[in-house]
Protein backbone atom coordinates (compact mmCIF):
# COMPACT_ATOMS: atom_id res chain seq x y z
CA UNK A 1 0.00 0.00 0.00
CA UNK A 2 1.36 3.73 -0.71
CA UNK A 3 0.88 6.72 1.42
CA UNK A 4 -1.57 7.95 -0.90
CA UNK A 5 -3.70 5.20 -0.32
CA UNK A 6 -3.18 5.04 3.25
CA UNK A 7 -4.35 9.20 3.37
CA UNK A 8 -7.38 7.76 1.00
CA UNK A 9 -8.61 5.45 3.81
CA UNK A 10 -8.28 7.88 6.20
CA UNK A 11 -10.06 10.26 4.49
CA UNK A 12 -13.00 7.64 3.44
CA UNK A 13 -12.86 6.55 7.62
CA UNK A 14 -13.37 10.47 8.83
CA UNK A 15 -15.95 10.48 5.85
CA UNK A 16 -18.04 7.67 7.59
CA UNK A 17 -17.11 8.21 11.24
CA UNK A 18 -17.08 12.15 11.64
CA UNK A 19 -14.07 11.53 13.50
CA UNK A 20 -10.59 13.38 12.78
CA UNK A 21 -8.19 11.06 14.45
CA UNK A 22 -7.10 7.41 13.93
CA UNK A 23 -4.30 5.06 15.27
CA UNK A 24 -2.70 2.89 12.78
CA UNK A 25 -0.71 0.03 14.24
CA UNK A 26 -0.06 -2.45 11.35
CA UNK A 27 3.12 -2.21 9.25
CA UNK A 28 1.20 0.67 7.19
CA UNK A 29 2.38 2.66 10.45
CA UNK A 30 5.73 3.01 8.73
CA UNK A 31 4.68 5.53 6.03
CA UNK A 32 5.31 7.69 9.40
CA UNK A 33 8.90 7.49 8.98
CA UNK A 34 9.08 9.68 5.87
CA UNK A 35 11.20 6.97 4.11
CA UNK A 36 10.63 5.15 0.78
CA UNK A 37 8.73 1.79 2.43
CA UNK A 38 6.64 1.28 -0.84
CA UNK A 39 7.82 -2.08 -1.97
CA UNK A 40 8.43 -3.42 1.44
CA UNK A 41 4.63 -3.05 2.33
CA UNK A 42 2.76 -5.73 0.52
CA UNK A 43 -0.48 -5.95 2.15
CA UNK A 44 -3.83 -4.50 1.18
CA UNK A 45 -5.06 -3.42 4.36
CA UNK A 46 -4.66 -0.30 6.54
CA UNK A 47 -4.85 -1.51 10.42
CA UNK A 48 -6.66 1.40 12.33
CA UNK A 49 -9.21 2.51 14.92
CA UNK A 50 -10.11 5.40 16.62
CA UNK A 51 -8.38 5.95 20.32
CA UNK A 52 -11.72 5.76 23.18
CA UNK A 53 -14.46 4.92 20.07
CA UNK A 54 -14.59 1.36 19.94
CA UNK A 55 -18.13 1.44 18.89
CA UNK A 56 -17.51 3.95 15.97
CA UNK A 57 -14.50 2.00 15.13
CA UNK A 58 -16.79 -0.52 13.54
CA UNK A 59 -18.40 1.69 11.56
CA UNK A 60 -15.15 1.01 9.32
CA UNK A 61 -16.13 -2.15 8.18
CA UNK A 62 -17.90 -0.36 5.08
CA UNK A 63 -14.58 0.31 3.61
CA UNK A 64 -13.16 -2.96 5.36
CA UNK A 65 -12.22 -6.59 3.52
CA UNK A 66 -14.96 -7.27 1.15
CA UNK A 67 -16.66 -3.71 1.09
CA UNK A 68 -17.65 -1.73 -2.40
CA UNK A 69 -14.40 0.44 -1.70
CA UNK A 70 -12.27 -2.88 -1.55
CA UNK A 71 -13.63 -3.93 -4.02
CA UNK A 72 -13.06 -1.09 -6.40
CA UNK A 73 -10.04 0.41 -5.07
CA UNK A 74 -8.17 -2.95 -4.02
CA UNK A 75 -7.20 -1.94 -0.29
CA UNK A 76 -9.18 -1.91 2.59
CA UNK A 77 -9.60 -0.42 6.57
CA UNK A 78 -9.01 -3.76 8.78
CA UNK A 79 -11.15 -2.00 12.09
CA UNK A 80 -8.85 -2.95 14.82
CA UNK A 81 -8.67 -2.13 18.72
CA UNK A 82 -5.42 -1.23 20.92
CA UNK A 83 -5.58 -5.05 21.97
CA UNK A 84 -4.84 -6.58 18.88
CA UNK A 85 -1.17 -6.33 18.55
CA UNK A 86 0.98 -7.16 21.52
CA UNK A 87 2.77 -4.19 22.18
CA UNK A 88 5.87 -2.66 24.30
CA UNK A 89 4.97 -0.64 27.56
CA UNK A 90 4.27 3.22 26.77
CA UNK A 91 3.73 2.53 23.23
CA UNK A 92 1.54 5.44 23.17
CA UNK A 93 3.35 8.07 24.42
CA UNK A 94 5.75 6.91 20.86
CA UNK A 95 3.10 7.47 18.37
CA UNK A 96 4.11 9.80 15.42
CA UNK A 97 1.88 11.26 12.92
CA UNK A 98 1.66 10.38 9.78
CA UNK A 99 3.31 13.19 7.12
CA UNK A 100 0.48 15.81 5.51
CA UNK A 101 -1.33 14.39 2.82
CA UNK A 102 -4.61 14.43 1.03
CA UNK A 103 -6.84 13.47 4.20
CA UNK A 104 -9.53 16.05 4.46
CA UNK A 105 -7.94 16.74 7.88
CA UNK A 106 -7.77 12.81 9.25
CA UNK A 107 -4.99 12.49 11.33
CA UNK A 108 -3.45 9.28 11.50
CA UNK A 109 -1.13 8.50 14.55
CA UNK A 110 1.31 5.51 13.88
CA UNK A 111 3.21 2.88 16.05
CA UNK A 112 6.65 3.77 16.28
CA UNK A 113 8.90 1.50 14.22
CA UNK A 114 10.50 -0.21 16.86
CA UNK A 115 7.12 -0.97 18.63
CA UNK A 116 5.79 -1.99 15.23
CA UNK A 117 8.03 -4.77 14.69
CA UNK A 118 8.26 -6.21 18.40
CA UNK A 119 4.42 -6.82 17.80
CA UNK A 120 5.71 -8.21 14.12
CA UNK A 121 8.45 -10.56 16.03
CA UNK A 122 5.85 -11.79 18.62
CA UNK A 123 3.54 -12.48 16.38
CA UNK A 124 6.23 -14.31 14.47
CA UNK A 125 4.12 -14.98 10.73
CA UNK A 126 5.90 -15.57 7.47
CA UNK A 127 5.28 -12.16 6.22
CA UNK A 128 5.85 -10.03 8.80
CA UNK A 129 9.48 -11.89 9.18
CA UNK A 130 10.04 -10.64 5.65
CA UNK A 131 8.99 -7.10 6.06
CA UNK A 132 11.25 -7.08 9.06
CA UNK A 133 14.05 -8.99 7.52
CA UNK A 134 13.84 -5.99 4.85
CA UNK A 135 13.96 -3.00 7.67
CA UNK A 136 16.95 -4.28 9.07
CA UNK A 137 18.46 -4.69 5.67
CA UNK A 138 17.44 -0.98 5.10
CA UNK A 139 19.09 0.53 8.58
CA UNK A 140 15.45 0.98 9.58
CA UNK A 141 15.44 -0.92 12.73
CA UNK A 142 17.88 -1.16 15.90
CA UNK A 143 19.03 -3.77 17.80
CA UNK A 144 19.26 -2.44 20.60
CA UNK A 145 16.23 -0.73 20.51
CA UNK A 146 14.29 -3.89 19.68
CA UNK A 147 15.88 -5.67 22.70
CA UNK A 148 14.69 -2.95 25.30
CA UNK A 149 11.40 -2.86 24.18
CA UNK A 150 10.88 -6.88 23.62
CA UNK A 151 12.16 -6.40 27.42
CA UNK A 152 9.41 -4.19 28.26
CA UNK A 153 6.42 -6.15 26.30
CA UNK A 154 3.98 -7.63 28.34
CA UNK A 155 4.34 -11.03 26.79
CA UNK A 156 4.81 -14.93 28.48
CA UNK A 157 8.69 -15.68 28.18
CA UNK A 158 8.48 -18.26 25.68
CA UNK A 159 6.74 -15.90 23.17
CA UNK A 160 9.63 -13.11 24.29
CA UNK A 161 12.26 -16.03 23.69
CA UNK A 162 11.00 -16.45 20.34
CA UNK A 163 11.10 -13.11 19.08
CA UNK A 164 14.26 -12.55 20.54
CA UNK A 165 15.86 -15.00 18.73
CA UNK A 166 13.85 -14.03 15.32
CA UNK A 167 15.34 -10.73 15.68
CA UNK A 168 19.03 -12.12 16.43
CA UNK A 169 18.74 -14.10 13.80
CA UNK A 170 17.70 -11.26 10.99
CA UNK A 171 20.94 -8.89 12.77
CA UNK A 172 23.15 -11.98 12.21
CA UNK A 173 22.19 -11.77 8.40
CA UNK A 174 23.93 -8.08 8.12
Avoid at 2 to 11: A, F, M, Y
Avoid at 20 to 45: M, P, R
Avoid at 76 to 87: I, K, M, N, S
Avoid at 126 to 141: A, M
Wanted: glycine share 8%; aromatic share 6%.
Amino acid sequence: MKKSQLDHILRAAKSITGEDKFIVIGSQSLHAKGVDVDALLTSAEADIYIPGGEKRTELLNSIGEGSQFHETFGYYADPVDERTAVLPRKWKQRLVNLPPGDTDGARGLCLDPHDMAISKYIAGRDKDLRLLEGLVRLGLLEKGTLLQRLSETPADAARRAAAQARIERHFSLD
